[in-house]
T-cell receptor
Framework: KAGVTQTPRYLIKTRGQQVTLSCSPI?????VSWYQQTPGQGLQFLFE???????NKGNFPGRFSGRQFSNSRSEMNVSTLELGDSALYLC????????????FGPGTRLTVL | AQSVTQPDIHITVSEGASLELRCNYS??????LFWYVQSPGQGLQLLLK??????LVQGIKGFEAEFKRSQSSFNLRKPSVHWSDAAEYFC???????????FGAGTRLTVKP
């Protein structure tokens, strides 16, 4: 069965632009979470979507937003990009509940110039 | 609030030697505990998880971890390290019905031939 896929894998943007990242979960998985990974802050939880609704949210500014579609695919958007938004953005999916294993995608490497 | 501490930023071991990676957590209730491994340029792969029951948990690739409530620890062990184990290892804590997992800063493992 195919794993979690993320597109694009690499992205270069300039300050002030906006960006949209995409995540396709494993078939049958209804929960999608997003994480930001940076050398300075490590892995930080952004938000989780389940059945098209945001279920949990981390401590990030409103410039970071997301959504989930009826097929469980998810997108996250970052508006007004800042240099500090340069990071690896990881998407993870799981079936439903918190005891289900969470599977991570390979990530999207975002560089903001 | 839950948090995770991995005291060792970098560990070097010889191939064939035993390994122990330390993880301490802070959480008010019964935690869900995880160990993930990340190879360069890759997403995270789950090694093992603990929710309840037997405090010694077996995972993939010959890894095991022991939950010690009295010490708030969940250390990862492997009896004999292989060169392919070189990677970064993350300990994480989660809670019931919430995908807001908190990750440690990670321990980078180098394996000497």
């Amino acid at each position: 069965k195919a794993g979690v896929t993320q597109t694009p894998r690499y992205l270069i943007k300039t300050r002030g632009q906006q960006v949209t990242l995409s995540c396709s979960p494993i078939s049958g998985h209804r929960s999608v979470s997003w994480y930001q990974q940076t050398p300075g802050q490590g892995l930080q939880f952004l938000f989780e979507y389940f059945s098209e609704t945001q279920r949990n949210k981390g401590n990030f500014p409103g410039r970071f937003s997301g959504r989930q579609f009826s097929n469980s695919r998810s997108e996250m958007n970052v508006s007004t990009l800042e240099l500090g938004d340069s990071a690896l953005y990881l998407c993870a999916s799981r079936k439903t509940g918190s005891t289900d294993t969470q599977y991570f995608g390979p990530g999207t490497r975002l560089t903001v110039l | 609030a839950q948090s995770v501490t991995q005291p060792d930023i970098h560990i070097t071991v010889s191939e064939g030697a035993s390994l122990e990676l330390r993880c301490n957590y802070s959480y008010g209730a019964t935690p869900y505990l995880f160990w993930y491994v990340q190879s360069p340029g890759q997403g995270l792969q789950l090694l093992l998880k603990y929710f309840s029951g037997d405090t010694l948990v077996q995972g993939i690739k010959g890894f095991e971890a022991e939950f010690k409530r009295s010490q708030s620890s969940f250390n990862l062990r492997k009896p004999s390290v292989h060169w392919s184990d070189a990677a970064e290892y993350f300990c994480a804590v989660g809670r019931y019905n919430n995908n807001d997992m908190r990750f440690g800063a990670g321990t980078r493992l180098t394996v000497k031939p």
